[in-house]
């Protein structure tokens, strides 16, 4: 076994660190919102198609 077993939990700290920064200046999207627009777009094509 090497010496080196805890390695991974050290090595992914900083990106924990960077993923749970909240940001006040970044632009805030509901996911239900994205959902919306993605089954709008998916609408609006298949209506495009039978065209």
Known sequence: MSS???GGLMSSA???R???AED???IRIDPRTIVAFGA???FLVLI???F
């Open 18 to 20: 960077y993923f749970d």
């Open 14 to 16: 900083g990106l924990v």
């Open 24 to 26: 006040r200046n970044t």
């Open 40 to 42: 709008m777009f998916g």
């Open 48 to 50: 495009l198609n039978t």
């Open 4 to 6: 080196n077993d805890g």
